[in-house]
């Protein structure tokens, strides 16, 4: 079992940033890999980006490149999301994730999730 609690949501203007937070516990931490996802009312889980269990790799979506980062810091057992250039269409519940093995950017492969931060971009 994996307990994961996303943090750093909140209200920002258009063009402004946020870095989002996900703390895990209840497992060796370094034994998965992490991923980002959103969700707005209405809409589909969406992949944000993911990172290997060592952080070596990473993949996003490239509408995002340039703008969101994913980290992560296994002494903390920590995952991050930094978030530039923010737009109102960023606007959505932000979710981490965990899977064992590889990263993925399917949200059926992935086992445990967090109750999500919410986002919200003001134009």
């Known amino acids: 079992q994996v307990q994961l609690v996303e943090s750093g949501g909140g209200l920002v203007q258009a063009g402004g940033s946020l870095r989002l937070s996900c703390a895990a516990s209840g497992r060796t931490f370094s034994s998965y890999a992490m991923g980002w996802f959103r969700q707005a009312p209405g809409k589909v889980r969406e992949f944000v980006a993911a990172?290997?269990?060592?952080?070596?790799?990473?993949s996003s979506v490239d509408s995002m490149k340039g703008r969101f980062t994913i980290s992560r810091d296994n002494a903390k057992n920590t995952v991050y999301l930094q978030m530039n250039s923010l737009n109102p269409e960023d606007t959505a519940v932000y979710y981490c994730a965990v899977k064992t093995g590889v990263r993925s950017r399917e949200p059926l492969d992935y086992e445990y999730w967090g109750q999500g931060t919410q986002v919200t971009v003001s134009s």
């Open positions: 990172i290997s269990r060592s952080g070596g790799s990473t």
